[in-house]
Nanobody
Framework: QVQLVESGGGLVQAGGSLRLSCAAS????????MGWYRQAPGKERELVAV???????NYADFVKGRFAIARDDFRSTVYLQMNSLAPEDTAVYYC??????????????WGQGTQVTVSS
C-alpha cells in the first residue's frame, strides 16, 4: 500500500557530490518524519539525517556541514544533498518515512536502498 522509491545513488570520486531522492506513494494520509539512514558492509544501519514535518532537520555528527536534507510535502518526497563525499560515506542509503495511511495505520516504512560508492 505504501512505497518509498529512492533514486540518485551511484559512484563518485572523493570530494564529489550526489543528490538522493525518495518519493513516497500509496494510500498516505500524512507523513510525520522523513529521513535517511545508511548501512556500510559489516556495520549496523545508522541515522544520517531526519526531518519532521514543520520542524528543523537533525543530522548525524559525521555529516554536519556536508549533507543537507529537505522535504517537499506536496510531492511526498525527501532529498539528501551530499557534498564533500569521502570513501567512508560508502554505504547503502535507505529512505525512511513515518506516516499515517488512509486506513489510519501509523508506522515506519523503508525504501529498498540505493548504493553510494565513493572512490578515493
Amino acid at each position: 500500500q505504501v512505497q518509498l522509491v529512492e533514486s540518485g545513488g551511484g559512484l563518485v570520486q572523493a570530494g564529489g557530490s550526489l543528490r538522493l531522492s525518495c518519493a513516497a506513494s500509496g494510500r498516505i494520509l500524512s507523513i510525520a518524519t522523513m529521513g535517511w539512514y545508511r548501512q556500510a558492509p559489516g556495520k549496523e544501519r545508522e541515522l544520517v539525517a531526519v526531518i519532521v514535518s514543520g520542524g528543523d532537520p537533525n543530522y548525524a555528527d559525521f555529516v554536519k556541514g556536508r549533507f543537507a536534507i529537505a522535504r517537499d510535502d506536496f510531492r511526498s518526497t525527501v532529498y539528501l544533498q551530499m557534498n564533500s563525499l569521502a570513501p567512508e560515506d560508502t554505504a547503502v542509503y535507505y529512505c525512511y518515512a513515518e506516516l499515517t495511511t488512509t486506513e489510519w495505520v501509523h508506522k515506519g516504512h523503508w525504501g529498498q536502498g540505493t548504493q553510494v560508492t565513493v572512490s578515493s
